[in-house]
């Protein structure tokens, strides 16, 4: 399909509005998360992030669009929304702001242009100094000298390096450091012949670290071959180096001189390999202490554990827990502790492996004494391990917590819920009276939907309340359509109205609903008076006054 033809078909609303009706947006957020066709068009930072421009100017600053009041105060001088923009590289959008006044430029001018100097947007930078008439000089000498460093332009970096100082950089993002972390020697080279003032003994002993964990482990032992750094011993835990699968490897090859402390070898006994764990050790003019056993043993690290049993002493400090993602090593190592060492397991051991592996806490249960606490049935259950819920129910007597269910809806974890629900006798497990609070508080739908068709339980307006915060349009609609909130919405609703966070979907939705008492609502909006909940009202031609 040529590229005129398909951006013409993109283009259809009507497609585009199926097309997302079901978004999938990687970016925003720290989670995935799904945005329908009516959230994206009433969202000004999703539209930015994908660039709909033309849906932003339909939806947002033409005049007679739906909650044009409303939308022009959410839009006035909103940095956040004005910054996206930069960081998007928006252009268009950032003239659509100025020239249309929803953005103060001369008021904000310093702050913006300083991001957009930050983030490397020039044509925003220049737009914005042009149109703000300030006296800020765009000087991008520096940017563009740590760009050459990175892309390995010598030329660019000598015509360039003279004119800046180090007073624009912080260490990590200077040049010499640039140029170091991406392995380009040649221009690494030059900058500690010629830029004296950041080619100081302490930095560069701090490259050998940096670069090292940036994966360029062929960097430290070219500045010691140059004679950039001195041929003396290193403590380790100076230079910052992190326990990669790496490390052997180059520590076996290194001509750098480290030594390392008994601290060391406690880190490394956490993760690294055998062979990491006997070079240090070899290394180091001390000992171990009794952390290096409990790191291996806790972090499930079985081949150092055995090592650190047969050529140490020391002993380790009380096992208090276990992490593994192999069941099967997990068990061995339990049972090997348990036949050689002395310093024994505390009763949270059984709590952590209830969510890793049932014979575990079978041989714990059988084996030790210890026990465990009602965190062992919480944690299998949350884990979805239902034969260990199920042992340590008939042949443990600590229980489970009286949050359980509570615990389990915050969560959202309905398979599990249903299970304690079918299997459980009644009243067995303590329901929480804020079942459909936790649930709407972290926008567990289904939760909420089984809840209300499986239960004799409610929810109360604090659900209603979170489903709002969260811009949880599914959730809102559900509470209201099964009439599962009715009173005093009127003052959440202002509520949700005056916040610069609330979401005009979700609000234009509910008023269309009929659900409110009209009058109730216009005394709560008169009562909490703010411009922005007047202007969401002259909207629908409902005018509100500050009493």
Same mark, same amino acid.
């Given at each position: 399909?040529?590229?005129?033809?398909?951006?013409?078909?993109?283009?259809?609303?009507?497609? +585009?509005?199926?097309?997302?009706?079901?978004?999938?947006?990687? *970016?925003?957020?720290? +989670?995935?998360?799904?945005?329908?066709?009516?959230?994206?068009?009433?969202?000004?930072?999703?539209?930015?992030?994908?660039?709909?421009?033309?849906?932003?100017?339909?939806?947002?600053?033409?005049?007679?669009?739906?909650?044009?009041?409303?939308?022009?105060?959410?839009?006035?001088? /909103?940095?956040?929304?004005?910054?996206?923009?930069?960081?998007?590289?928006?252009?268009?959008?950032?003239?659509?702001?100025?020239?249309?006044?929803?953005?103060?430029?001369?008021?904000?001018?310093?702050?913006?242009?300083?991001?957009?100097?930050?983030?490397?947007?020039?044509?925003?930078?220049?737009?914005?100094?042009?149109? %703000?008439?300030?006296?800020?000089?765009?000087?991008?000498?520096?940017?563009?000298?740590?760009?050459?460093?990175?892309?390995?332009?010598?030329?660019?970096?000598?015509?360039?390096?003279?004119?800046?100082?180090?007073?624009?950089?912080?260490?990590?993002?200077?040049?010499?450091?640039?140029?170091?972390?991406?392995? /380009?020697?040649?221009?690494?080279?030059?900058?500690?012949?010629?830029?004296?003032?950041?080619?100081?003994?302490?930095? +560069?002993?701090?490259?050998?670290?940096?670069?090292?964990?940036?994966?360029?482990?062929?960097?430290?032992?070219?500045?010691?071959?140059?004679?950039?750094?001195?041929?003396?011993?290193?403590?380790?835990?100076?230079?910052?180096?992190?326990?990669?699968? /790496?490390?052997?490897?180059?520590?076996?090859?290194?001509?750098?001189?480290?030594?390392?402390?008994?601290?060391?070898?406690?880190?490394?006994?956490?993760?690294?390999?055998?062979?990491?764990?006997?070079?240090?050790?070899?290394?180091?003019?001390?000992?171990?202490?009794?952390?290096?056993?409990?790191?291996?043993?806790?972090?499930?690290?079985?081949?150092?554990?055995?090592?650190?049993?047969?050529?140490?002493?020391?002993?380790?400090?009380?096992?208090?827990?276990?992490?593994?993602?192999?069941?099967?090593?997990?068990?061995?190592?339990?049972?090997?502790?348990?036949?050689?060492?002395?310093?024994?397991?505390?009763?949270?051991?059984?709590? %952590?492996?209830?969510?890793?592996?049932?014979?575990?806490?079978?041989?714990?249960?059988?084996?030790?004494?210890?026990?465990?606490?009602?965190?062992?049935?919480?944690?299998?259950?949350?884990?979805?391990?239902?034969?260990?819920?199920?042992?340590?129910?008939?042949?443990?007597?600590?229980?489970?917590?009286?949050?359980?269910?509570?615990?389990?809806?915050?969560?959202?974890?309905?398979?599990?819920?249903?299970?304690?629900?079918?299997?459980?006798?009644?009243?067995?497990?303590?329901?929480?009276?804020?079942?459909?609070?936790?649930?709407? +508080?972290? *926008?567990?739908?289904?939760?909420?939907?089984?809840?209300?068709?499986?239960? %004799?339980?409610?929810?109360?307006?604090?659900?209603?309340?979170?489903?709002?915060?969260?811009?949880?349009?599914?959730?809102?609609?559900?509470?209201?359509?099964?009439?599962?909130?009715?009173?005093?919405?009127?003052?959440?609703?202002?509520?949700?109205? %005056?916040?610069?966070?609330?979401?005009?979907?979700?609000?234009?939705?509910?008023?269309?609903?009929?659900?409110?008492?009209?009058?109730?609502?216009?005394?709560?909006?008169?009562?909490?008076?703010?411009?922005?909940?007047?202007?969401?009202?002259?909207?629908?031609?409902?005018?509100?006054?500050?009493?």
């Amino acid at each position: 399909m040529k590229s005129e033809l398909f951006k013409n078909i993109f283009n259809n609303i009507f497609i +585009r509005s199926n097309i997302f009706n079901q978004l999938q947006n990687q *970016s925003y957020g720290p +989670r995935y998360e799904r945005f329908k066709w009516i959230q994206l068009v009433n969202s000004p930072i999703l539209l930015i992030q994908y660039d709909y421009f033309d849906l932003f100017v339909q939806h947002w600053v033409t005049v007679g669009c739906s909650n044009y009041h409303y939308k022009q105060m959410k839009l006035k001088d /909103n940095l956040d929304i004005f910054n996206e923009a930069i960081r998007c590289n928006r252009l268009n959008f950032i003239k659509c702001f100025v020239e249309l006044n929803l953005f103060d430029l001369p008021k904000y001018s310093a702050e913006v242009i300083y991001m957009a100097m930050t983030e490397r947007k020039r044509e925003i930078a220049d737009y914005l100094v042009l149109t %703000s008439k300030s006296d800020f000089i765009c000087n991008y000498s520096p940017l563009d000298l740590i760009d050459a460093c990175i892309s390995n332009d010598i030329e660019t970096v000598k015509l360039l390096s003279p004119k800046v100082n180090n007073d624009h950089y912080y260490e990590a993002n200077s040049p010499l450091f640039q140029a170091a972390l991406n392995g /380009n020697l040649e221009i690494l080279e030059w900058l500690l012949d010629h830029r004296f003032d950041e080619a100081n003994l302490l930095g +560069r002993t701090r490259l050998i670290g940096m670069t090292f964990n940036e994966g360029q482990i062929h960097v430290p032992d070219w500045l010691l071959s140059k004679g950039y750094i001195f041929d003396i011993e290193y403590q380790f835990s100076e230079l910052n180096i992190d326990f990669t699968v /790496n490390l052997y490897q180059w520590l076996s090859t290194t001509k750098l001189n480290i030594i390392f402390s008994s601290q060391d070898i406690d880190f490394a006994a956490q993760t690294s390999s055998l062979d990491t764990i006997k070079w240090i050790s070899n290394h180091s003019k001390e000992e171990c202490t009794e952390m290096a056993m409990y790191k291996a043993i806790t972090h499930t690290n079985f081949e150092v554990a055995k090592w650190l049993h047969e050529n140490y002493t020391v002993g380790a400090f009380e096992i208090d827990y276990i992490v593994s993602e192999d069941e099967k090593i997990a068990l061995e190592m339990v049972k090997w502790f348990h036949e050689n060492r002395t310093e024994g397991f505390s009763s949270n051991v059984m709590d %952590s492996v209830a969510s890793i592996s049932l014979d575990i806490v079978k041989f714990l249960h059988f084996n030790r004494t210890e026990g465990c606490s009602e965190l062992a049935m919480l944690n299998a259950i949350k884990a979805g391990h239902t034969d260990t819920f199920e042992f340590l129910k008939e042949n443990r007597t600590e229980g489970a917590p009286n949050d359980l269910i509570e615990q389990l809806c915050a969560d959202g974890n309905l398979a599990m819920i249903q299970y304690l629900h079918k299997t459980g006798k009644p009243d067995e497990y303590q329901w929480p009276q804020d079942a459909f609070e936790s649930a709407a +508080r972290n *926008s567990h739908l289904d939760l909420i939907k089984w809840i209300h068709q499986n239960t %004799s339980h409610r929810c109360s307006n604090e659900s209603f309340n979170w489903a709002l915060l969260n811009g949880d349009f599914e959730m809102v609609q559900y509470l209201i359509n099964n009439k599962l909130c009715s009173n005093d919405l009127e003052s959440i609703m202002i509520s949700h109205i %005056s916040s610069h966070y609330s979401k005009i979907a979700v609000s234009d939705w509910l008023l269309k609903q009929n659900i409110f008492d009209h009058a109730k609502l216009i005394e709560c909006a008169n009562q909490n008076y703010e411009e922005l909940i007047g202007a969401f009202f002259k909207d629908y031609n409902i005018f509100i006054t500050d009493i």
